[in-house]
């Protein structure tokens, strides 16, 4: 299969890396199940541990602290629903506004059917949530406050959190905090003991790992209660045969991009800042949205006026661009993005956005391919909302 013209949608999913495929292809023939006493079983076990060891060591945390999951949405769960089952009888979960619905829709569900009181942190017009709109959040209660999950970076626009400083007024108050570090690792350097959090997401198919692998990291002493039950694998809190094929590859995907982490960071600023610029100058009107500096290096996500985002995003496609209009769950659902309004835009501006993200196989083809059939397909897109 041929590679698109230009593959500008990274945060959906990127390409797996050549030490993933190695890593994962070296398993896919091994027979055994890691549960197994057996030579066979001992073999996968082996390869398990040692993936274990590997990520928590590119990310700062204890192997123990290391909960393999099948991606992002089930640790995202894992984190909200069983850290608010753990802290019964406190019924508040504060979640920001901007997360990605893995991590809204948990939370929406625990207030529909579990009691749960879920507030939403509001952002600033860059997406943003500053801490002393969680320190008052948390006073109004502090008491009742059962867990907090704030997004390490968003995926729509690429706001980087103050996870720091978010994660030490949680400390203050000994509240469990979650971040989804998914769009973070990689791009940003990530060390989990250093962030303050108790519970971090990842997720491999982000960078440049397999799909259907990732984990949640918990920190020592911070239990949730479990949301699948069975074997009791994983501490007992995730049961669950492990997929040691996709975990190796997951490890190496993980390895790989934290070592090369520095150096991705500068090739992707300068690339995408060579892409914003340029789609400013082929669009004059075109407004950024994010923060404009404090960012994710592979991140330019803009809203285009008088376009609607689902006819740019096909007319492009139509052309050999590939991006999105948003989280790539909620493409096809048309309504305005809930990141976008919560930062204050209008539904019409927030219907009317791209995102174009970079990541490791990305060049300046990718951008001079953009900017040659933008224009014209901004045209087209006007003149269709016209009539």
């Given at each position: 299969?041929s590679?698109?013209?230009a593959?500008l949608d990274h945060a959906?999913t990127?390409p797996m890396l050549?030490?993933?495929?190695?890593?994962?292809?070296?398993?896919?023939g091994r027979?055994?199940n890691?549960?197994?006493?057996?030579?066979?079983?001992?073999?996968v076990?082996?390869?398990?541990?040692?993936?274990?060891?590997?990520?928590?060591g590119?990310?700062?945390a204890?192997?123990?602290?290391?909960?393999f999951?099948?991606?992002g949405?089930?640790a995202?769960?894992?984190?909200i629903k069983?850290?608010?089952?753990?802290?019964?009888p406190?019924?508040?979960v504060?979640?920001?506004?901007?997360?990605?619905?893995a991590?809204?829709?948990p939370a929406?569900?625990?207030a529909?059917?579990?009691?749960?009181?879920?507030e939403?942190?509001k952002v600033?017009?860059?997406g943003?949530?500053?801490?002393d709109?969680?320190r008052a959040?948390i006073?109004?209660?502090p008491?009742?406050?059962?867990?907090?999950?704030?997004?390490?970076a968003n995926?729509?626009v690429g706001?980087?959190?103050p996870?720091h400083?978010?994660?030490?007024?949680a400390?203050?108050?000994g509240i469990p905090?979650?971040?989804d570090?998914?769009q973070?690792i990689?791009q940003?350097?990530?060390?989990?003991a250093?962030?303050?959090a108790?519970?971090l997401?990842l997720?491999?198919?982000k960078?440049?790992?397999?799909?259907?692998a990732g984990?949640?990291l918990l920190?020592?002493?911070?239990?949730?209660?479990s949301?699948?039950h069975?074997?009791?694998?994983?501490?007992?809190?995730?049961?669950?045969t492990?997929?040691?094929?996709?975990?190796?590859?997951?490890?190496?995907?993980v390895?790989?991009?934290?070592k090369?982490?520095?150096?991705?960071?500068?090739?992707?600023t300068?690339?995408?800042?060579?892409?914003i610029?340029?789609?400013?100058?082929a669009v004059?009107?075109v407004?950024?949205?994010?923060?404009?500096?404090?960012r994710?290096?592979?991140n330019?996500?803009?809203?285009?006026?008088?376009?609607e985002?689902?006819?740019l995003?096909?007319?492009l496609?139509?052309r050999g661009?590939?991006c999105s209009t948003?989280s790539?769950?909620?493409?096809?659902v048309?309504?305005p993005?809930h990141?976008?309004?919560?930062?204050?835009?209008?539904?019409?501006?927030?219907?009317?956005?791209?995102?174009?993200?970079?990541?490791?196989t990305?060049?300046?083809?990718?951008?001079?391919?953009?900017i040659?059939?933008?224009?014209?397909?901004?045209?087209r897109?006007?003149?269709a909302g016209l009539?």
């Open positions: 299969m590679r698109p013209s593959y959906a990127t050549p030490e993933a495929i190695e890593a994962m292809t070296e398993q896919l027979v055994g890691a549960s197994s006493l057996h030579a066979a079983g001992r073999e076990r082996k390869v398990v541990e040692e993936s274990r060891e590997a990520i928590a590119a990310l700062g204890r192997p123990s602290e290391v909960v999951t099948s991606g949405t089930e995202d769960n894992l984190a069983g850290l608010f089952w753990a802290r019964r406190r019924k508040r504060l979640i920001s506004s901007v997360e990605h619905h991590a809204l829709d929406a569900w625990l529909d059917s579990q009691g749960a009181q879920v939403l942190l600033d017009e860059h943003r949530v500053h801490p709109t969680l959040a006073a109004r209660d008491g009742d406050v059962a867990m907090i999950s704030i997004m390490w995926n729509e706001t980087v959190q996870v400083a978010l994660a030490a007024v400390g203050d108050h905090f979650h971040t570090a998914v973070a990689g940003l350097p990530v060390s989990f250093e962030s303050g108790d519970a997401t997720t491999g198919h960078i440049g790992g397999p799909m259907g984990a949640l920190a020592k002493g911070v239990t949730p209660v949301v699948q069975g074997g009791g694998q994983e501490r007992d809190v995730r049961s669950g492990l997929d040691a094929p996709a975990i190796a590859g997951l490890a190496a995907a390895r790989t991009a934290v090369e982490q520095q150096a991705q960071h500068r090739h992707l300068a690339l995408r800042d060579e892409l610029d340029r789609v400013r100058r004059p009107d407004v950024l949205n994010g923060d404009p500096v404090d994710l290096p592979g330019a996500h803009f809203s285009f006026p008088g376009c985002g689902d006819a995003l096909m007319l496609d139509a661009i590939e948003g790539a769950c909620s493409a096809g048309a309504q993005s990141v976008l309004l919560a930062m204050g835009a209008e539904a019409a501006a927030a219907r009317g956005s791209l995102r174009f993200t970079l990541g490791h990305s060049t300046h083809d990718d951008v001079d391919r953009l040659e059939v933008l224009p014209a397909v901004v045209e897109a006007r003149r009539t």
